[in-house]
């Protein structure tokens, strides 16, 4: 059995649609996907029907933008109800932030000389979520950078002239709907926060003590070492373990769909929720 519980398409920033993004993952032997699209539930319809015509099962999920101590931090809803009214008015808010930050990401742009982003970051979006991803590829498209990564990190991250500090949801409330809507909270990529040993041990505690009860164990762009770091974390606070490429598709050459490491034996994991 392969899993991967956390991925996107295009209704967030992913370049796959829903329906050949459960495609790649069936031909990458994945039993079990979870689209967590970032604030957005709108690519599950699809997905379910694509999923359920090629034998794959897909989890319903989402994943939350928050804030804690000032810094993003990502929470992945799994197994929820999109049909949830508190997780959906929750995401409302999220996603009216998000336009906002997106018009005045233009207007900073267009100050530093860069006309045209929202513009074109907007009818990259489509009917999906827009994110600093549309911007980043129009900044390459541009000819202002060549990689994506690159782009990050000389105009849409902290300092940079297409950064807007953002306040998200706070993780309480981010975990709250989430389990208004029955699913499982999950800390997303913990060691992406850059966060101290004891940083990350504060982060932990609060998402546990608001009800958090997953860890995104191995992620993607996760190392061996972080592996045994977030899998002695999730055995000391008896959260479960999870795993997910955090894949947007065959462009970022080096988050594939499913090709991920085992989850370590003596981490109790996620699925044991929903199977047997
Ligand atoms: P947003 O939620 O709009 O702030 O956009 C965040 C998204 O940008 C993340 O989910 C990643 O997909 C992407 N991202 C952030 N940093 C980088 C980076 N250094 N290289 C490539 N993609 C990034
Ligand atoms: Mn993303
Ligand atoms: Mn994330
Ligand atoms: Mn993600």
Redesign the pocket.
């Known amino acids: 059995m392969s899993y991967d519980l956390h991925t996107?398409s295009t209704a967030?920033?992913g370049s796959l649609t829903p329906t050949e993004l459960v495609h790649a993952a069936a031909a990458a032997g994945i039993c079990q996907l979870a689209l967590t699209d970032?604030?957005c539930t709108s690519g599950l319809a699809e997905a379910r029907e694509a999923a359920a015509a090629c034998g794959v099962w897909l989890l319903p999920a989402v994943?939350i933008?928050c804030t804690w101590q000032g810094r993003?931090v990502?929470v992945v809803g799994l197994a929820i109800d999109p049909h949830c009214k508190i997780l959906q008015a929750g995401l409302v808010t999220l996603q009216a932030i998000?336009e906002k930050?997106?018009e005045e990401m233009g207007r900073r742009l267009e100050s530093a000389g860069i006309p045209g982003a929202y513009a074109a970051a907007r009818a990259r979006a489509g009917k999906g979520?827009?994110?600093?991803?549309?911007?980043?590829h129009f900044l390459v498209a541009r000819g202002l950078s060549t990689?994506?990564?690159d782009?990050?990190?000389r105009y849409?991250?902290p300092g940079k002239p297409g950064y807007v500090p953002?306040e998200w949801a706070p993780i309480g409330e981010a975990i709250a709907w989430i389990r208004a809507a029955g699913g499982i909270a999950t800390l997303a990529h913990p060691q992406r926060y850059k966060l101290t040993g004891s940083g990350l041990r504060r982060l932990l505690v609060e998402f546990k003590n608001a009800g958090g009860e997953a860890l995104e164990v191995v992620s993607g762009a996760g190392l061996a070492d972080n592996i045994q770091t977030m899998s002695h974390h999730a055995r000391r606070l008896n959260l479960l373990g999870s795993v997910g490429s955090?894949f947007?598709g065959p462009d970022?050459a080096w988050l594939k769909l499913g090709r991920l490491p085992p989850l370590p034996p003596n981490v109790t994991p996620v699925w044991s929720r929903w199977d047997d």
């Open positions: 996107h967030s920033d970032h604030d994943e933008s993003s990502h998000r930050r997106a979520m827009i994110t600093r991803t549309h911007f980043a990689t994506i990564g782009v990050f990190g849409l991250t953002t955090d947007h970022l």
